[in-house]
């Protein structure tokens, strides 16, 4: 390299004692020079070897992905015009992780927002669409009138959110479960027919089970702190609240990759060194070995490394951690999973009758339809089907549903185009479906899931330079991975 003919050259002219030095120099460079495996290619561990690379740009990072492409659940697929997402479509910027590596990387420009209008949900009742009492977001409500006006609600519901000011505040800091905080803070309609859909569209999950210290918990706080989680609106910042014209998720905090997610997972990629990236190469076993090193057996190959950082899926990396720690294992082993399924449609915009003034139909589960949601895609952002075509995605199963993920395909396509025929008012049928599969692929943040997760870590940190990163920990989306997998590489570097 240029390097080593620079100091080929120098040394040719040096006299003894700086002979001496620079070979000084160089070994002791050459001691130092680090190297770090990151078992699997998703978000997460793209991050994390992109990290590392920023704290040190001489260690040598190699990231081991099973399959033949990176990304994980990222993954983009042009068809016909559409640009269709199999999995997450857009990241937000309340946690800043996400958008921080995209400036880093010089990928901020490619980024898009979600379009100006129609920045709501639109929530099933009886059959019928209608919109979210303006301006409630997430688990704080907006104004009394919207709440007061509001058809997906009974009269005596209706009081019941508005007496949610007067709820004695519990100061617990015990665990609780999203139904048992939604209920107890805004009453049975409140929970089912708004609250229920709303989170439950995000995480999938049983709200029976769903550990709010796990995954909302700073609505926990917001009652302790103020007593009521209207009362919290009034008392916080104007820029901490949502628009009044808008409700349900914080649409104008969303970005998009323009070309689609999987050009955020090359950008990374192409930022890593050459051989950097071994597809096709499933981990079998690690094994820690002399010198707080590590051995990486991938098939055929055997490779050490100063440091391993494991950002697989709960059970893969149970699997994994079998070969050198059976206690952690069993413990990763137990976090449950649950699975979904995305069906992805397009058609012609003539063919349906609804306005589709929304960003996506949610389904609350006393509705009994095989259905979480609808995502309204090409309404929600710029470029994501031919002009006069219309991109939908469809979300069934969820921990919720299990059993839709039992039927086959061609069942799963059948039933989910009926409910979009039903609620859209679709007349012929579509000129694209795709479906998505992602088995197994959700952790589920149940009760106490904060405690198995310190349990875990406290085993971890049995093991000289060794991480675990990734979604089934402390946070789902792709901000919350970003950050776990920069977080596992910066523990990797200070343990050196």
């Known amino acids: 390299c240029v390097s080593g003919i620079i100091l080929l050259v120098a ?47 001489s260690c040598n990072v190699v990231v081991y992905e099973s399959s033949d492409s990176l990304g994980g659940v990222l993954q983009t697929m042009s068809v016909d015009g559409y640009l269709i997402e199999r999995s997450a479509d857009m990241f937000t910027t309340r946690d800043s992780s996400a958008i921080d590596l995209c400036q880093r990387l ?55 959110v508005l007496l949610e000011r007067f709820v004695k505040s519990r100061q617990s800091t015990e ?6 905080f939604a209920r107890r803070r805004f009453g049975k309609q409140g929970y089912q027919r708004i609250i229920q859909p709303l989170i439950g569209g995000i995480y999938t999950a049983d709200p029976e089970k769903l550990s709010m210290k796990a995954t909302l918990e700073v609505y926990r706080e917001l009652e302790r702190k103020h007593g009521s989680l209207w009362r919290s609106r009034k008392r916080r910042q104007p820029r901490d609240v949502s628009s009044d014209k808008s409700s349900g998720a ?56 100063d440091g391993v950082i494991v950002t697989l899926g709960a059970s893969a990396a149970a699997e994994v951690m079998k070969t050198f720690d059976s206690e952690m294992s069993g413990l990763l082993g137990s976090i449950p999973l649950a699975g979904a399924a995305i069906l992805a449609v397009g058609i012609d915009r003539s063919q349906i009758k609804h306005p589709l003034d929304a960003f996506g139909i949610i389904v609350p589960q006393m509705e009994d339809r095989p259905l979480i949601a609808i995502s309204l895609s090409s309404v929600k952002f710029a470029g994501r089907a031919p002009d006069g075509k219309v991109l939908l995605r ?100 200070d343990s050196f």
């Open 106 to 160: 010089g990928f901020e420009e490619q980024l898009i927002g979600t379009n100006k209008q129609h920045r709501r949900p639109l929530i099933v009742r009886d059959g019928q669409l209608y919109p979210m009492p303006t301006g409630w977001s997430m688990l704080v409500p907006g104004s009394i009138g919207s709440v007061m006006k509001s058809p997906l609600l009974g009269f005596g519901g209706r009081i019941r």
């Open 394 to 493: 469809v979300f069934v199963g969820g921990a919720t549903q299990p059993h839709v993920l039992e039927w086959d395909d061609e069942t799963i396509k059948q039933r989910a185009w009926e409910q979009v025929c039903e609620l859209l008012e679709v007349t012929g049928e579509p000129e694209l479906m795709e479906l998505f599969r992602w088995d197994g692929k959700m952790p589920q943040y149940h009760l106490r899931h904060v405690e198995l997760v310190d349990q875990i870590q406290n085993l971890s940190d049995r093991h000289s330079s060794f991480e675990l990163a990734g979604n089934a920990y402390r946070g789902v989306g792709i901000p919350a991975c970003v950050e776990s997998g920069e977080t596992a590489a910066q523990r990797i570097f």
């Open 250 to 305: 914080r649409y104008d905090m969303f970005l998009t990759p323009e070309a689609g997610m999987q050009s955020l997972v090359k950008c990374i990629a192409d930022s890593l060194p050459e051989g950097s990236i071994r597809l096709n190469s499933p981990v079998q076993s690690l094994e820690s070995i002399a010198g707080n090193r590590w051995k990486v057996c991938s098939g055929d190959s055997v490779m050490e490394y």
């Open 175 to 180: 665990d609780e479960s999203l139904a048992d």
């Open 11 to 57: 040394h040719t002219f040096q006299s003894a004692p700086a002979k001496q030095k620079a070979t000084t120099d160089m070994a002791s460079q050459m001691k130092t020079t680090r190297s770090v495996a990151v078992i699997g290619g998703g978000i997460t561990g793209l991050a994390a070897a992109h990290h590392i690379r920023e704290l040190d740009d």
